[in-house]
């Protein structure tokens, strides 16, 4: 029994997806899918660099076009959308705020660790002085339950969240653990609650469903599930599926199907899939992401992906976290644990 017979499907095809291409999307790709999906009636999309406003540096990758340059493509592109765009505490400054909601961002993410709310309460207050919507994020949601989420989202709209978003950053949860927390979450707030979903296990769809049945009120997706590791939910799949479902989302989805081909065509060298490195990373709950840094780090030292993985998960490692991985592999090669 579905408990609403409305989903907002929010894209952040041009956010996250910059995860996968190393945050060099250029603007004649941004500003083609963009305006793509506005024709399809995609009622939001995000863009940015893959971590959010003020991220492009040395230590998680430059992006290939400034902030500015990004946010005024797209904004031209959307004539139908709103434009959102994610910040990340100690990556984002106020002054980076204001300049996006120059640029005619309506809706700005404001993303934190799953228990750590509290450092949203400035940034979220800014943002509604700005006439933005702001909206709290709780990152790696597997890592907390349901209780202690309820908590941190009920934070976060005290601060000013108009929606909580939880992630599924490792892609671990399966749909029973997403009808326990969003079932939690609705019921102790009074704001829409959004899922972002990861596909490591091959269940973000059937997570979203879940998280919808349970009563959230928007889900993020990616064309072709453009995204770090094995990727996110999927667009085009979630929006057929959704109707399937008989929920309604107001999109076309043909035009939607032939943007996630154009997206597939001109976005990504090749979609998502799920290989053994990004199921490894879901069953032991490790952020996504780091695929690329826990490869080298097991071939540098000799020791098991899987390996590492598993110890990184041990330890609770989150995103932002990624010197860590180095340290871990020279670990488990000290104790043996080569190939």
């Known amino acids: 029994m579905i408990a609403q017979t409305t989903v907002t499907v929010h894209d952040p095809t041009l956010r996250d997806g910059q995860h996968a291409v190393r945050h060099q999307l250029d603007a004649g790709q ?16 995000e863009v940015g660099h893959g971590n959010g406003l003020g991220a492009s540096s040395l ?13 005024a493509t797209a904004r031209e592109a959307l004539t139908h959308s709103r434009l959102a765009t994610l910040m990340l505490p100690g990556w ?30 400035r940034h979220l207050g800014v943002i509604r002085e700005l006439g933005a919507e702001a909206q709290g994020v709780l990152l790696m949601s597997h890592m907390a339950n349901p209780g202690e989420l309820t908590e941190q989202c009920a934070l976060m709209v005290g601060y ?57 009120h928007t889900i993020d997706a990616c064309a072709r599930g453009f995204g770090a ?38 976005l990504m060298p090749s979609p998502p899939t799920i290989d053994s490195t990004s199921l490894v990373s879901g069953l032991t709950g490790v952020f996504s992401g780091f695929k690329r840094p826990v490869l080298a780090a097991a071939e540098s030292q000799g020791v098991h992906p899987w390996d590492l993985f598993a110890e990184l998960g041990q330890r609770r490692v989150i995103a932002g976290q990624e010197d ?14 080569g190939r």
């Open 30 to 45: 941004i500003h083609t899918s963009a305006a793509a999906v506005d024709a399809a009636g995609v009622p939001v999309v």
């Open 59 to 71: 230590q998680v990758g430059r992006s290939r076009l400034s902030d500015d340059e990004m946010l």
């Open 92 to 121: 984002a400054t106020t002054a980076d705020l204001r300049n996006a909601v120059r640029h005619g961002v309506d809706v700005v993410r404001v993303a934190a660790h799953c228990t750590e709310a509290s450092v949203t309460e």
């Open 160 to 216: 000013g969240a108009q929606a909580a978003c939880i992630f599924d950053s490792a892609g671990h949860h399966l749909p029973g653990d997403l009808t326990a927390r969003i079932t939690a979450i609705t019921a102790a707030v009074d704001v829409p609650v959004a899922l972002h979903g990861h596909n490591n296990l091959g269940m973000a769809v059937a997570n979203s469903v879940a998280a919808g049945e349970a009563g959230a």
């Open 229 to 266: 590791g094995a990727g996110n939910t999927q667009l085009e799949v979630l929006v057929a599926v959704l109707e399937r479902y008989g929920y309604r989302t107001g999109i076309d989805l043909r035009r939607l199907a032939d943007a996630a081909d154009l997206a597939e065509r001109t």
């Open 324 to 337: 860590l991985i180095p340290d871990a592999a020279r670990n488990l090669a000290a104790q043996g644990g």
